[in-house]
């Protein structure tokens, strides 16, 4: 006898089947095909019907993903929309209104909108809710007017949209006084440039703001808000940092073993001892992320992803650090410092000495490792917080 | 229980698949079950009373866990009077036995002995699962499980020797020494493995004659350890040759994996009990958990609690089903665990400060169960380097 998620799933098989007799992968235009995979609910199969979805587990996505790329179908290009599919969307989802929901997600889906985060700003890292561009309403309450500048936007230079937190009042502690916007990145008054980073290359950008003007009906949450619905975005983003099925060998620990296998003559005790300890600590992350994804099928994102994003950064750290070591004379070289723009950030197809740098931004990017411990600390374990004098007097009245 | 893998491709998983790593429904009744009743009746002020005492073990905790549980019989079918369970359930209550820290024979008599009966499928099976009889196998607890059915089959401490004349068809009369077995200071029967032709797995009754006992001073005295002498001692043959192999092989492998679950269960205690003290220890007129030195620290071991958690259910699962991985398996959540069960009882110490170092405290409890936990049936670093051969990650000065 069939359990009933065996059962949904095998309906989804004939469904994704009946879909692909009616919507041939190989003479449809890609885009055409993916508004069609979208409007039949078998974008994200866990969404409401309606918004691309079925109203399904999320568990059962990955099969349907899976039977599609199977037919040879084009897909959105994940890794370039990364933002807007783990942390647009799912913040939307959470908190925006049925309108917003209705003009964002498709074209967010199928990659026609590329999403960026406007959160990071250079007076507020870590301490987020201390950001400072102001948004002022004006006086019909139509439009607010932002200005400040924001930090490490990833493909802020690719965007049409932005989801951006700015102080709405300032004269409130400053968690209460932040609102969360859909912020149009085509209108005048938002300048985009490249930020270099150590290895060469500008992934992120610094973004300028002068007074643009955002819709009101662009704002996602109530004003005042914007904290709580910042939280959702950036679980959502622990989860997708951390996260990801690979199979066994599948991440950077491949690249290490593969270095070890193919070249007896670099091989010394020291350094077997280490890869073994890697090798070991990897798989068992893989497991544990595994686990998580099991417990995550029917809930939603908590604390407990950042447990996989400290994982995931040590361990890219240590095993860069010991392939560049590995590699010997040949790790004094580089590969290229010359500043590109690449869309997606791969630790493949660059050498070991790119991995060794990249990998230093796996634990400050999307939360420092020891804001994420403050996190499990007090989140998870129950542990007190520190005492602080920054959360009850106005966010004007701060020394900074 | 050998995994080949050829050189320059990872090893795969055999059955492709992901096993369910949660805990079901079931497995937390029984863990409640098994929390309540060791609580109640073994808590650690009556463990620390008892190592004090010639008596190691708790014989009325023993029985009621045995019997009113049916937690002696989990392993063993329902044809014999046992519970017919899996080693996902074994699992969860080695688990709670390292929570509690409880002086009972479980590993030794329902998972050990149990394991190394199952495939003969021996009459001892039915006394074992009613709770009447324990036994032991009477291998080294230092022992690294032998990778082959040929390799536990090999010269040990015991030879088989020459009938006596009268002796009862299918006996043997073993001598030689056995060092260092855990419970076997309360084992009914002991199942020793004997060098001879053929290589012999026979039960031995403790009261025999021609059996000496020596207990040992343990560095852990809640599963103290004892030296065993033969001397002509009649014992009934279990099983021959391959067989016995396999048994002895059975067990030591069901040993290491339900001993890593156990490590686990001593690693969460651990947490639990720290992060409960530093929630009420006051200096500098606040908790000492307020301070983020503390946080970090105690985030660092549920993240590694958390890590090793998976790896525990991972092997648990690959033996419950046979699958084709359980070596590397085992191995993983051998070397996971115990790091991480040490790792957490160093810090409980620690993080204890004074209190922590004294003999009226529990934490020493959990420190040596955690530290000879480790060592027992392979090391960390024993383990890890099988995983080089199955990973096929040779050493240096070895090529291919």
Redesign the interface.
């Known amino acids: 006898m069939l359990t009933p998620d065996q059962t949904a799933a095998d309906d989804l098989r004939k469904r994704v089947r009946a879909f692909l007799a009616e919507h041939d992968p190989a003479s449809l235009p890609r885009l055409d095909f993916l508004h069609a995979r979208f409007d039949a609910g078998l974008a994200w199969v866990h969404y409401p019907e309606g918004l691309g979805g079925l109203g399904l587990p999320r568990a059962l996505q990955a099969a349907v993903d899976a039977q599609f790329a199977a037919a040879g179908a084009p897909d959105n290009d994940p890794a370039r929309i990364g933002i807007g599919l783990g942390m647009a969307a799912p913040t939307i989802l959470a908190y925006g209104t049925q309108e917003q929901k209705e003009r964002w997600l498709r074209p967010l889906w199928t990659g026609e909108e590329v999403w960026c985060q406007l959160f990071s700003e250079p007076g507020a890292g870590s301490d987020l809710a201390g950001l400072a561009a102001r948004a002022v309403r004006d006086e019909e309450g139509e439009r607010w007017l932002v200005s400040g500048q924001k930090v490490w936007t990833s493909m802020a230079h690719a965007a049409r949209w932005g989801l951006l937190l700015a102080r709405t009042d300032p004269d409130v502690p400053k968690h209460a006084g932040l609102t969360y916007f859909g912020c149009d990145m085509t209108v005048p008054g938002v300048e985009v440039r490249p930020l270099r980073q150590l290895t060469g290359e500008a992934e992120f950008n610094e973004v300028f703001l002068s007074d643009v003007a955002v819709r009101d009906a662009d704002r996602i949450g109530a004003v005042g808000e914007g904290w709580k619905v910042a939280q959702a975005t950036l679980m959502n983003e622990r989860v997708a940092i951390g996260g990801g099925a690979l199979?066994?060998?599948g991440g950077m620990i491949?690249l290490a073993?593969?270095a070890?296998?193919?070249h007896?003559e670099r091989?010394?005790?020291g350094?077997?001892d280490q890869?073994?300890?890697l090798?070991?600590?990897a798989?068992?992350?893989r497991?544990?992320g595994?686990?998580l994804r099991?417990?995550l099928a029917a809930g939603q994102p908590g604390p407990?992803g950042s447990?996989a994003k400290?994982?995931f950064a040590r361990l890219n750290q240590e095993l860069s650090a010991w392939e560049l070591e590995f590699t010997g004379a040949d790790g004094l070289r580089y590969d290229d410092w010359s500043l590109s723009r690449p869309e997606s950030v791969s630790f493949f197809g660059r050498g070991p000495g790119y991995r060794y740098l990249r990998a230093r931004g796996n634990s400050i990017e999307g939360g420092t490792s020891?804001i994420?411990?403050?996190i499990?600390?007090?989140r998870?374990?129950?542990?007190?917080?520190?005492?602080r004098t920054d959360t009850k007097v106005p966010w004007k009245d701060l020394p900074r | 229980m050998t995994t080949t893998a050829k050189r320059g491709a990872a090893p795969a998983r055999a059955s492709g698949s992901m096993p369910d790593l949660r805990y079901t429904e079931a497995e937390e009744e029984l863990r409640g079950v098994v929390r309540g009743l060791l609580a109640d009746r073994s808590p650690w002020p009556a463990v620390l009373a008892r190592i004090e005492t010639s008596e190691p073990g708790d014989p009325a905790v023993w029985r009621a866990m045995a019997t009113e549980l049916g937690c002696a019989g989990l392993l063993i079918p329902e044809d014999r009077g046992g519970a017919g369970a899996s080693y996902r359930e074994a699992a969860v209550v080695a688990e709670e036995t390292g929570y509690a820290v409880a002086p009972v024979p479980y590993l030794g008599s329902s998972v050990v002995a149990t394991a190394a009966l199952l495939g003969s499928g021996d009459d001892l099976l039915t006394g074992l699962a009613a709770g009447d009889v324990t036994a032991a196998l009477t291998v080294p607890f230092g022992q690294l499980p032998p990778r082959t059915a040929q390799g536990a089959a090999r010269p040990g401490g015991v030879r088989v020797v020459l009938h006596e004349p009268g002796d009862p068809p299918r006996t043997m009369r073993l001598s030689g020494q056995v060092l260092g077995v855990a419970d076997a200071l309360t084992a009914d029967v002991y199942l020793v493995p004997a060098d001879g032709r053929p290589f012999g797995l026979c039960a031995v009754d403790a009261a025999a004659d021609g059996v000496t006992l020596a207990p040992v001073t343990s560095l852990d005295a809640t599963r103290p350890l004892a030296d065993l002498v033969f001397d002509k001692a009649l014992g009934r043959v279990v099983a021959v040759n391959e067989e016995a192999g396999a048994g002895v092989l059975a067990g030591l492998w069901a040993g290491a994996a339900m001993l890593a679950s156990e490590q686990l269960g001593v690693a969460q205690r651990c947490l639990d009990m720290t992060v409960a003290y530093v929630k009420e220890r006051h200096q500098f007129a606040r908790p000492v958990g307020s301070f983020q030195a503390l946080k970090h620290r105690l985030a660092d071991v549920w993240i590694e609690v958390t890590q090793a958690r998976a790896a525990a259910r991972y092997a648990a699962a690959c033996l419950a089903t046979g699958d084709a991985d359980t070596p590397v398996a085992v191995a993983l959540a051998k070397a996971a665990c115990g790091e991480a069960a040490v790792h957490a009882a160093e810090e409980c110490v620690q993080l204890h400060g004074g209190i922590g170092f004294t003999w009226e405290h529990p934490a020493h409890l959990l420190l040596k169960r955690a530290k000879s936990g480790s060592i027992a049936f392979g090391t960390p670093g024993q383990h890890r380097t099988a995983l080089a051969r199955m990973a096929g990650l040779p050493p240096a000065g070895q090529g291919g």
């Not at chain 1, 998870?380 to 005492?387: D, I």
């Open positions: 199979p066994r060998e491949g073993a593969a070890w296998r193919d007896p091989r010394t005790p350094l077997h890869l073994l300890r090798w070991a600590d798989e068992v992350a497991l544990a595994a686990r099991q417990l407990e447990a400290i994982v020891e994420l411990r403050n499990i600390a007090e998870v374990l129950g542990l007190p917080t520190e005492p």
